[in-house]
């Protein structure tokens, strides 16, 4: 099913100091860090099958979340791009709206082919590597985005090597989906996810950090955001669950219990067998 996203936008700025300070904290965004522990093994392997339910499930990115980063950067189309943590290409897919070329980065083999399975090959350059680690001639890279990744990132070892990488000149765009409770649906969905997160103690995402966290990692930074929706079928939505990191794996004695519940949330929410999921598009760019 096509995903079709619609959007407003409002912005916050942070600069200079106040971005160190943390001012302009939002009170509802949250995101997820792993802090200094490090891109380990562990993080990479989470994904691995389930490539297949988060390219078809997870949402896209709006449009104007594109257009905010090249009002602001001023880039040309030929601008030298790294997507890191790029996953399934689905933010990849957005910046090639823009950007003649995208170099895409990505560590776990089975997203990444899914990735490349759906890009056009003559604009991709494909990169088996950590955020941390990817390689690049030293200040040649114009733009480097992060979408739904930045959290699995080691932040220290990632600064300095992005620092190494990027122009004088260059940015640094950190993009999330965060979903909004605004419906019954998206309140429930979101609960049982919540209940879903601490189901293993061994498989839990990332702690959360709030925005002020995010805006630290920048010397100037700017948050703009895009609200959006995403349609789905009763398979996408058990999709969309799956493709959470923390969801058990198919040989997990409670995996079909955990989809009936799913099937069973869609069902109380349904219009014509389609259920809306809100977001907030939400991106910090800057430069660091």
């Known amino acids: 099913m096509q995903r079709h ?53 997870r949402p896209t990115y ?10 602001y950067t ?42 490349l399975k759906n890009l056009p090959s003559e604009r991709i350059d494909s990169v088996c590597a950590t955020a941390e680690s990817f390689e690049s001639t030293p200040h040649s890279v114009d733009l480097i985005t992060a979408a739904q990744a930045f959290h699995w990132f080691d932040r220290d070892a990632v600064k300095v090597h992005w620092r190494t990488i990027l122009k004088p000149t260059g940015y640094v765009a950190l993009v999330w989906n965060e979903r909004t409770e605004s419906t019954p649906f998206a309140q429930e969905f979101t609960a049982f996810l919540h209940r879903l997160a601490n189901f293993d103690p061994n498989n839990k995402p990332p702690m959360e950090s709030p925005d002020e966290e995010v805006l ?36 997990h004695p409670e995996f079909e219990q955990l989809k009936q519940e799913v099937s069973a949330i869609f069902d109380r929410h349904a219009t014509k067998q389609i259920v809306q999921l809100p977001y907030l598009c939400k991106l910090f760019i800057g430069q660091i």
């Open 74 to 115: 001023g880039l040309t189309p030929d601008a030298r791009v790294f997507d890191t943590g790029a996953g399934t290409g689905l933010f990849t897919q957005l910046l090639l709206n823009y950007f003649d070329k995208v170099t895409l980065v990505e560590p776990n083999d089975d997203m990444r082919a899914n990735a």
């Open 216 to 251: 630290s990692f920048f010397s100037d930074a700017k948050i703009e955001t895009a609200a959006h929706s995403t349609s789905l079928s009763q398979q996408e939505l058990i999709n969309l669950a799956i493709s959470r990191s923390y969801f058990p794996s198919p040989s």
């Open 5 to 57: 996203p619609t959007h407003t936008s409002f912005v916050l700025s942070i600069q200079g100091k106040e971005a160190e300070r943390g001012y302009g904290r939002s009170e509802t965004g949250r995101h997820f860090f792993i802090g200094n522990i490090g891109f380990m093994v562990e993080p990479i392997e989470r994904f691995s099958g389930k490539a297949s339910a988060y390219s078809t499930a």
């Open 62 to 71: 709006p449009q104007e979340c594109l257009n905010q980063i090249v009002r």
